[in-house]
């Protein structure tokens, strides 16, 4: 039969954690009923000063205590986890903000295919959440569905419910308040069966421990750079489009503009500005999906690659850099001989030095692709190596049935 390890993070925490510890134990019988056989009740008290330690020992054996020095809000979940002997488990904060009474509904969804089984704030249940923590958590659920491709509506949510098994795929994890977002993308990366649940949500009595800026700030940074670690190419990607687009936009007022004016007039700043947002556009990019292969050579299960990568599928462009880099190379050159052919460097002329830099640029961008996509085909060699080994190893040969002459067939074991 399935159990369920509840931990219970708490810092100073003497005027809350009596009511949450009782609400816990309370659930025992609606557990039960969804077929979880046993209930654990794990409280890590991280370092407090005050009594929160005193009340939870006077729950005997009913609740297990841990006591540490302090690490934060991830590590005293970290200590709990580790701790924790039950097949699910499940966390809540220590202050009652968080509906303990939903965790049967959890377990019955986790017990039913679910990884990972998040309580949602955001999905329509009460929430008492103010306005400046409900705009900050649809922004960074907004960008964690943005950057994994999967839509999320509550990224740091504090209940949820996992399958033990999972640990070893959304580790590491930090050990500040960034825990949860953390966790989210790395469960979602790792391909691991989400589920959201509507919970209600109270807000907490007194000053809460977040720091709206300083905390927002940090669940920012654990996102993109957690994101980082398994995907590059699809935040430097989305940079380096946002940045061509910008340099169409201003390509295309200026044309507009001449189109209005029944001439063809450039503002040359304007439209160096458009070059310079390209060239860093297309830099943006290759850089995404050349890291993208690196990124593969430390993950043990294979992730999105490009062309060169196993199986031959994902992003098919990668395969094109070569030649138009070559391309680009070729019309730099071009540019720089005609502009000296017509004479576009004389300093008399009002944009003498618009040719060179334009070439240039040209010029540089090819060698970035070119040197783009020679990486990626070495990078993508490197990745498929092991496959490749073990593919040679388990390749044998056997004689044919009827040979007739000196003829053998490949057999794969």
């Not at 369920?4 to 309370?26: M, Q, T």
């Not at 056989?37 to 609740?63: F, K, M, N, P, Q």
């Not at 807000?203 to 421990?209: I, T």
């Not at 189109?259 to 007039?265: E, P, T, W």
Request: aromatic share 8%.
């Amino acid at each position: 039969m399935t159990t369920l390890s509840v931990v219970i993070p708490a810092y100073n925490e003497e005027d809350g954690i009596e009511a949450i510890v009782d609400r816990v134990l309370a659930i025992e019988p609606q557990l039960a009923e969804v077929g979880v056989a046993g209930l654990e009740c794990i409280v890590v008290d991280d370092g407090s000063s005050d009594r929160t330690a005193e009340i939870v020992a006077g729950y005997g054996e009913r609740v297990r205590l841990i006591r540490q020095q302090n690490r934060g809000y991830g590590g005293a979940l970290k200590t709990g986890f580790g701790a924790a002997t039950g097949e699910l488990i499940g966390f809540l904060d220590a202050d009652s903000t968080y509906p303990p009474e939903y965790f049967p509904k959890m377990c019955q969804v986790a017990m039913d295919g679910a990884d990972i089984v998040i309580g949602s704030r955001m999905a329509g249940e009460h929430s008492e959440m103010p306005l400046v923590r409900r705009v900050g958590n649809t922004i960074f659920a907004s960008l964690l569905s943005l950057v994994s491709g999967v839509r999320i509506s509550d990224s740091a949510s504090g209940q949820r419910v996992l399958r033990r098994s999972v640990l070893p795929m959304i580790y590491p994890l930090p050990n500040t308040l960034d825990f949860t977002p953390a966790m989210s993308t790395r469960a979602l990366h790792e391909h691991l069966n989400i589920v959201e649940v509507p919970i209600p949500y109270k807000e907490r009595s007194g000053r809460s421990k977040l720091s709206v800026v300083r905390d927002g700030l940090r669940f920012f940074k654990s996102i993109v750079w957690t994101a980082l670690t398994y995907n590059p190419v699809r935040i430097f990607g989305g940079i380096g489009l946002v940045m061509l687009l910008m340099a169409l936009m201003i390509v295309g007022v200026q044309l507009f503009g001449s189109l209005v004016v029944g001439s063809l007039s450039w503002s040359f700043p304007q439209l160096f500005g458009a070059l310079v947002l390209a060239v860093a556009g297309v830099t943006a990019y290759t850089t995404g999906t050349t890291f993208s292969y690196v990124v593969a050579l430390f993950h043990t299960r294979p992730i999105r690659q490009g062309l060169f990568g196993p199986y031959g599928n994902g992003r098919k462009i990668e395969k094109h850099y070569w030649w138009l880099g070559l391309l680009a190379i070729l019309g730099g050159i071009g540019v720089y001989v005609a502009s000296v052919v017509f004479d576009l460097t004389n300093p008399a002329l009002a944009a003498s030095w618009f040719a060179p830099v334009l070439s240039a640029l040209m010029v540089l961008t090819g060698v970035q692709l070119m040197s783009a996509w020679s990486l990626a085909r070495v990078l993508a060699e490197l990745s498929r190596r092991d496959a490749e080994m073990e593919a040679d190893l388990n390749w044998t040969y056997v004689p044919a049935a009827h040979p007739v002459h000196t003829d053998v067939v490949a057999q794969q074991i």
